[in-house]
């Protein structure tokens, strides 16, 4: 296996330039997927995955010159093994909880895969490969399979956004989400509003349900809750 070999190009691994050509492929991997999370309006967009991907690359770069420089006293896998429990952290802290909603999830993930492409660029040529296909690989499931689950959600059940006004008491938002729970509707994102009124809180909150549900019914349902000013599909 001939480690300097990137697609059929020869590039030598250990060179200034080929360690520079890893450099400057980790930063566009990285922002090609940065670019696609701060497009969506991810918190861990542009900047982030770039430094996550150089990082990675850097580290490797540097444990994989001092193996070879020093035979049997330095392991190269294990200053690179600690990129991917650092990255743990970081990718932590891109989940958020918004009420009902965990938001993160997905950025944290190619948080952690921009990591082990940012290795694979580090690790040489041959590895670069797999970093360059794996990289096409997630902007294909970030982007393409969105567009694709979307879809096929909307094909499979109804999407709507609910306004509902409650009282600003800790036990209404519990029961409003249990009323929606028994009408098998579920909610992908919440945003909190001030109300027109005190005391009141405003939900635009953006749901699915089945094709067979009756909107007055779960109005009604929601209208008796107790704490619920009011309550429409925008």
């Known amino acids: 296996m001939n480690n300097d070999v990137l697609f ?42 770039i430094l996550v991907c150089l990082g990675a690359t850097l580290i490797t770069l540097v444990s994989v010159r001092m193996g070879l420089s020093s035979p049997g006293k330095a392991d190269p896998g294990r200053i690179a093994a600690q990129v991917v429990v650092g990255i743990g952290f970081l990718g932590a802290g891109a989940i958020v909880r918004e009420g009902a909603t965990i938001r993160g999830l ?14 694979a660029l580090g690790a040489g040529p041959f590895y670069g490969q797999l ?39 800790p036990e209404v938002f519990p029961q409003v989400l249990a ?6 509707v579920a909610v992908r994102s919440v945003d909190y509003e001030t109300g027109p ?26 209208m008796g809750v107790h704490g619920v000013v009011a309550v429409s599909f925008l």
Not at 106 to 119: D, E
Request: proline share 2%; aromatic share 4%.
């Open 106 to 119: 997905t950025t944290a993930a190619s948080i952690w895969t921009t990591a082990a492409i940012g290795i």
């Open 131 to 169: 970093a360059l296909i794996t990289a096409v690989i997630v902007l294909f499931t970030l982007s393409v399979l969105n567009l694709l689950e979307e879809r096929m959600l909307a094909k499979l059940s109804g999407a709507a956004a609910l306004d509902i006004h409650i009282a600003d008491a």
């Open 197 to 222: 009124r005190a005391h009141v809180r405003q939900l635009v909150m953006q749901v699915t349900y089945p094709s067979g549900l009756d909107r007055n019914t779960l109005l009604a349902d929601l």
């Open 8 to 49: 059929g190009f020869h590039i030598p691994s250990q060179s200034v330039w080929g360690m520079a050509a890893a450099l400057l492929l980790s930063v566009a991997v990285g922002g090609a997927i940065g670019l696609e999370r701060e497009i969506h309006g991810h918190p861990a967009g542009l900047r982030t995955h």
């Open 179 to 184: 009323c929606l729970a028994r009408h098998q």
